[in-house]
């Protein structure tokens, strides 16, 4: 089974080439916010705390550096 099927999609938004995504993966119960920019080619993940969920979502290169 793939990670996107092991998991669960929360949110997610795009705009001007960036797409974010928020997924719960209920195995582990971990959350995760991926990060694709079609403009440069940069893609990323990272794992977040429960309680920083929806703050990692709207602000992911915050939680990257």
Not at 32 to 43: L, W
Not at 59 to 64: F, K, V
Request: aromatic content about 10%.
């Amino acid at each position: 089974m793939s990670a996107t099927r092991q998991s669960k999609e929360l949110a997610a938004r795009q705009r001007d080439g960036l797409r974010v995504v928020l997924r719960w993966h209920p195995c582990e119960d971990a959350v995760t916010v991926s990060v694709a920019d079609d403009r440069t080619g940069d893609r990323f993940e990272i794992a977040v705390e429960h309680e920083q969920a929806l703050d990692a979502f709207y602000h992911p290169y915050a939680y990257a550096a």
